[in-house]
């Protein structure tokens, strides 16, 4: 099985050490080949034999099968470090393949069924759940966009039956997103989560989990990566709900 397709598999659950790592052999991408266990050891605090585990979770013999691994699907996937390139119609075609169409109509049946969708996204990922809940809004129904992190905090806190929490994030395990997220889980809604292609803390636990595909990119250290896998998704969520779902004119 390739690598990424196993961070999003739901069998495999990661602890957070685990993520941690993980996390910092993707961020470490372009010095992967020659990186020691010692020297990741080091930088993450942890013992070599923390990675080693990892290792044998995922089912490698140790961590040089676990980077050659990691350094092979990246090219062969066009999963994109930093500096690589990777064109849109790339993007476009590895989202679509690694969510399934059960994910996409479950996630527009939840849609359907609430009574409010309560969208969490911050930065360029705020602009998505802006537009998905513009045209929901033209289909009749209720939608909430908080615009700053105290009034999602705010709104996280006041969650309650018939509304369910729509998580965009490009990484999934900010810290504010993190926090967001787990109380959303203590109000027991329904958590939909649009996420970059990661094995992260709020997919792992949601009701429907959904990836898009990321190039990379940033410019005096702000992001401006493109967010056009996440534009594909809450496309396709809501071409379900027109095709399965009638509304009110």
Known sequence: MNFFDQLSNQGIKLNPTEEKIVNYLLEN??????????????DLYLSP???VRLCKKLGYHGFSELKYKIIHDQKQ??????????SVMDILKRTLEINS????????????????????????????????????????????????????????????????AFFISYSGNTDIICKLYYIAQTRG??????????????????AVSLYAYFRKLSCREADITSR???????ELILEEYLKHFSFEP
Do not use: W
């Open 49 to 51: 034999n923390s990675i």
């Open 77 to 86: 996937y066009g999963i994109e470090a930093a500096e690589q390139q990777t």
């Open 189 to 206: 809604v329904p958590i939909v989560t649009l996420t970059g292609m990661s094995q992260n803390p709020i997919a792992s636990g949601s």
């Open 29 to 42: 991408y372009g010095a992967l080949q020659s990186l020691k266990i010692a020297k990741a050891a080091e």
């Open 228 to 234: 056009i896998g996440f534009y594909l998704v809450t």
């Open 101 to 164: 169409r059960q994910n996409i109509e479950e996630a527009a049946r939840l849609v359907h069924n609430s009574r409010q969708v309560v969208f969490f996204a911050l930065g360029l990922s705020r602009i998505v759940a802006l537009d998905l809940a513009k045209k929901l809004e033209h289909l009749n129904k209720i939608i909430i966009v908080p615009d700053d992190r105290d009034n999602c905090i705010l709104y996280a806190n006041n969650l309650m039956p018939g509304q369910i």
